[in-house]
């Protein structure tokens, strides 16, 4: 039986946390992920979780920490955000070339320069390269959900990568909505135990971890690594689908939102996919037939399943909430457009870069975009492909 | 038990040959004597901060150790000690292991000085069962010979290369150990390779089996950054203490004790006319060089003297 409650992101996700009852928690606070350890340090004192609760100098250690403790063979994990995420970045690395699945809950916010505490997805994006599992949440049901399946993701032997479970700051993080919450034993037996077969503390064999990986066998690690995130894909549609058999709350590689007959769509990760499907109501109720296609995983990147949902528009526009600085789009454009290469006939795409260290995204500005799109598929003209919306000029 | 060096090299190895440290480097003498130190029946696990004996010592697949190992990068090794051990409570508490495990970390000046401090220090005052070993061979060897702040002054490094306008290294070493102690850590001490290593040995057993975080600073010249030939090794060390450059003593419980006290303090100078990296200090006109040293030391001794009873 599903608890009805009222919580926020950061709540759900520190309540996930404790219902799986994790062996180690490294963590240093940054807005707007503070809660999470803030809330989960108070299930320690209360004795309600078994957690050995590191309260480290930096995030540099959180995650140092995480690599320390899940190579020992401890279930660990951290969250974090922003300058956070960035302060970690080698270290990323290492744990995924490491094979150690630590989940990472990552609350999403904008990257200093100027310093800004508000959301956007230049934190996760600058770490799409790190070789984790990325996922992502459009409210605090998404997040406690795609929590509750991280570890049976990350942990599963085809894949052993890590994972970020990733919600928009302060727009899901802090705002209390209504939630579903699973019992206990439903999420204990749905998560399971991690049981390793290598680790540092086994009793038969010693192990070694981090070697100096000279050139005759690092490029077999990285492929090795390259081919972990290819099977992530099917166990992330297996561990979906099995938490939907569970909960009645099912989960792929996105979300589409009228879709069938849409001639035009935006594509986007989050929180604004509200925004979105609120303007898609209301251009549906004009007779335009638009949609709209909500990523939840990032990485791996599903490809040929993004290309395949937007096959049957004209038009389509992609939106970052990032900026990556190319000069030619964001990263979700990027690899988006790419999908969309391989298609016979494929939509015209178009990119919008919004959002930023917390502007603003209205119907108003989605309405825009369709409008937009509209104008590229009667004039068959693209015009600029790469664009800003929101911003004062 | 009376400590017997023959008893105690007669315990298998837990550092094995075959690694690529240089002939005579101090960090291998360093890593052998310390890991003596552990009791046969207790396991243990392994910290390197890169570096030179990470690099030469788990060259994938082949590692030079018998206990578990981990590397995972250059500032963090006291942080990924502090993991294994936060690990290795909750595991045994749960019952998933019986075995008694030691967490021991080795990091050059460079990962302990320098750029590990913060997580050397933050591990330290989260207070972790843990020994940081800091194998201090005073530069950044592994990248060749830049200083760092082990450095001792005058030293001809390769950021601070002699020259026209150049005597060295400007600023005097940073003492580490005492900055160690002032975490109220329960151990804190400083040995080097002397005699029958029993200094050594000693203070890494303490180290080791004091529970709570432990420091051990280790002067462990580099025959190659230090210019002197690798069998002057045992001179050379004991050159550092007889000086009182590299002073041995120890802090346990907030007291300290000098456990080793020179029978004639000799001039610094004798330590440096050994070493390539002081040769520009012996040409004429440089005598402030070595007045400056002397200098130095003596006032760091004094203020050692004076804190130990």
Known sequence: MSIRERLSGNEAVAYAMKQINPDVMGAFPITPSTEIPQYFAQYVANGEVDTEFVTVESEHSSMSTCIGAAAAGARAV????????????ELLYVASSSRLPITLALVTRALTGPININNDHSDAMGARDAGWIQIFAENNQEAYDNYIQAMPISENPEVRLPIMVCQDGFITSHAVENIELEEDALVKEFVGEYNPEHYLLKHENPLAVGPYGVSPYYMEAKKAQAEAMKRAKEVILEVGKKFGDATGRYYGFFETYQM???????????????????????????????????????????????????????AVAILDKAESFSAAGGPLFAETRSALYDLENRPKAINYVYGLGGRDFRVEDCTYIFDQLDEIVETGKTGEVYRHIGQRE | ??????????????????????????????????LRALEPEDKAVITNATGCLEVSSFLYPYTAYKDSYIHCAFENAAATCGGVEAAYNVLKKKGKIQDNFKFITFGGDGGTYDIGFQSLSGAMERGHDMVYVCYDNEAYMNTGIQRSSSTPRFADATTTPVGKASYGKKQNKKNLTEILAAHNIPYAAQTTFLGNFRDLHEK?????????????????????????????????????????VWPLYEVVEGEWHLTYMPSKKLPVEEFMVKQGRFKHCFKPGNEWMIEEAQKYVDDQWEKLLAKCK
């Not at chain 1, 951290?78 to 960035?86: K, N, Q, V």
């Not at chain 1, 109720?285 to 937007?310: H, S, T, Y």
């Not at chain 2, 009376?2 to 480097?25: I, M, N, T």
């Not at chain 2, 462990?220 to 950054?225: H, K, L």
């Open chain 2, 1 to 34: 038990m009376a400590y017997s060096l023959k008893e105690q090299l007669s315990k298998e190895e837990r550092f094995v040959g075959g690694h690529r440290l240089c002939a005579g480097c101090g960090a291998g003498i360093a890593v052998r004597a310390v």
């Open chain 1, 78 to 89: 951290t969250a974090t955000s922003s300058c956070g995420l960035a302060l970690m970045w």
């Open chain 2, 204 to 244: 890494a057993h303490k180290a080791i089996y004091t529970p709570g975080a432990c420091f051990l600073n280790v002067m462990a010249p580099c025959p190659r950054g230090w210019r002197f030939q690798a069998q002057d090794m045992a001179q050379i060390c004991r050159l550092a203490v007889d000086t009182c």
């Open chain 1, 260 to 314: 069938e007959d849409a001639e035009t769509a935006v594509v986007l990760i989050g929180s604004s996919a509200g925004t979105a499907r609120a303007t898609v109501d209301k251009l549906r109720a004009q007779g335009r037939k638009v949609g709209m296609l909500k990523l939840r995983v990032f990485r791996p990147f599903p490809f040929d399943e993004i290309a395949e949902a937007l096959s049957g528009c004209k």
